[in-house]
């Protein structure tokens, strides 16, 4: 099966050659590119303050995977980068709100920059659709 590019209603248009979102393969993987704390006009929510940027991530990620017919407890695995690594906690505080069943694989990392200098963390994710456990 090839990939297919999924666009999400509630997300801006990508500002680079990328998908929000890929489906590919047998079980309905989705590979949701990196997503920001930029919302749907394109503006940046909670420029200076974490915990709603990571709110704003949270709801893209559940736009996307939406869009592809799933939920986030769909997503198997994130890749979180963040400006400064000591927001781990409340990172973390927001992430059980939204991921509230078993949580995603995930791996946190601190970066020198991001596309935008307001970005404070960025998420990407893989959902498996349809895979019974």
């Known amino acids: 099966?090839?990939?297919?590019?999924?666009v999400a209603p509630g997300l801006a248009p990508p500002n680079g050659h990328f998908s929000q979102a890929t489906v590919a393969g047998p079980g309905r993987f989705v590979f949701i590119s990196g997503?920001?704390?930029?919302r749907a006009d394109g503006t940046i929510a909670g420029i200076g303050d974490i915990t709603e940027q990571t709110h704003?991530?949270?709801?893209?990620?559940?736009?996307?995977v939406e869009a592809a017919g799933g939920t986030l407890d769909d997503i198997a695995r994130v890749d979180?980068?963040?400006?400064?690594i000591g927001d781990f906690a409340a990172i973390?505080?927001?992430?059980?709100?939204?991921?509230?069943?078993?949580?995603?694989?995930?791996t946190m990392v601190?970066?020198?920059?991001f596309v935008h200098d307001e970005y404070l963390i960025e998420i990407n994710a893989i959902a498996v659709l349809g895979v019974e456990a």
């Open 80 to 84: 979180v980068y963040v400006r400064d």
């Open 92 to 106: 973390h505080a927001v992430r059980r709100r939204y991921f509230t069943g078993e949580p995603p694989a995930s």
């Open 110 to 113: 601190e970066v020198s920059r």
């Open 56 to 64: 704003q991530v949270c709801r893209n990620l559940a736009a996307a």
């Open 1 to 6: 099966m090839p990939k297919e590019p999924l």
């Open 35 to 38: 997503m920001t704390a930029r």
